[in-house]
């Protein structure tokens, strides 16, 4: 490991490693006015949300990197207390990022990014048409971060109104799967979170069996990972070894012989799991290398989200071939 000292580290380098390694990062699309009534929109990427009771979010509008003179966006929200904060979308990204230029104080950056301006229901500055997710805010508090150029301001706001994409409205939820919702990396580097960007990931049970409940054997597999180690260990309890050696004593038995290693061999990167263990119990190998074909099985069902089918593989043949 490197380590850094942001003491004595350049301002800029520092900088890179915050956005670089905290990353990637939601994008707050802020709008606001001024007292005049001037339009200004800008996003910042230091941003999330902080509670439910009530709704908070928050993000960061920075001092200047040379001079540290304050920007509008932070103006604005301190002179009115008001803001809409909407999320960004791979449709409208290029967009967004018009609206980071440096214009010249009172320039309506709605209108250098072509963006859309729509009338807002309980704040005064507009809310942005193109986004599927708008929150109209109130400013709480606004809390310097330091006096230096590039300092943060951290802006807390409740939301007072939220608006969905009737679209991305579904039972009750936001389809995040289908937003195509984008995150800030560093450098130029974006994150868009579509397709194979998106997973999920099952939260453990109330109270977990965590790694070191697993059996010896399972820790040091060399066929199961890290990660489908941690979902076996996020369960509370596993099977007996009596539930899973009923269980498998059902699975289908094939004959043994090359033709079934052969077959073994074309499916378990992409085999049903009940199939592998199926044809395992067909092979001729003995202890070890039959446990192997098991794990394999149970990494199979991992992967198709079926934990306790994991699970029976491998007590199963835990206590069957395992030496």
């Known amino acids: 490991m490197v380590a850094l000292d942001p003491g004595t580290a350049p301002a800029r380098e520092t900088y890179g490693l915050l956005i670089g390694g905290v990353a990637p990062r939601p994008i707050a699309l802020v709008a606001t006015l001024s007292a005049q009534g001037e339009r200004n929109l800008a996003p910042f990427s230091y941003f999330n949300a902080f509670g439910i009771h009530p709704p908070m979010v928050a993000f960061s509008p920075t001092r200047r990197g040379k001079g540290g003179s304050f920007k509008d966006t932070y103006l604005n929200i301190v002179e009115t207390g008001e803001c809409t904060i909407q999320a960004v979308t791979r449709d409208i990204a290029e967009q967004v990022s018009l609206t980071s230029a440096e214009f010249p104080h009172g320039v309506d950056e709605f209108v250098k990014s072509g963006l859309t301006p729509v009338p807002s229901e309980r704040v005064r500055p507009p809310r942005v048409g193109e986004s599927p997710f708008q929150m109209e805010c109130r400013l709480q508090q606004m809390i310097p971060l330091g006096d230096q150029p590039g300092s943060g301001n951290l802006a ?28 800030r990396s560093g450098g130029d580097f ?119 089918t994991a699970w029976k593989l491998l007590l199963f043949a835990g206590q069957r071939f395992e030496k």
């Open 156 to 183: 807390l706001c409740e939301v007072l109104l939220f608006h969905v994409s009737a679209a991305l409205w579904r039972d009750g939820k936001f389809d995040t799967a289908h937003a195509g919702l984008v995150g």
């Open 190 to 308: 974006y994150t868009h979170a579509a397709g194979s960007a998106l997973f999920e990931l099952p939260r453990p049970a109330g109270s977990s069996m965590g790694y070191d409940g697993l059996p010896e054997w399972v820790r040091h597999s060399e066929v199961l990972s890290a990660g489908n180690l941690a979902l076996l260990a996020a369960v509370e309890k596993p099977p007996s070894v009596e539930e899973a050696v009923a269980w498998a004593q059902q699975l289908p038995r094939p004959g043994a012989g090359a033709v079934l290693t052969r077959i073994y061999a074309k499916l378990r990167h992409g085999g049903d799991p009940l199939a592998l263990a199926g044809l395992a119990l067909g092979l001729c190998e003995k202890g070890r290398a039959r446990l192997r074909h098991f794990e394999t099985a149970a990494r199979r069902a991992i992967e198709c989200g079926d934990t306790a």
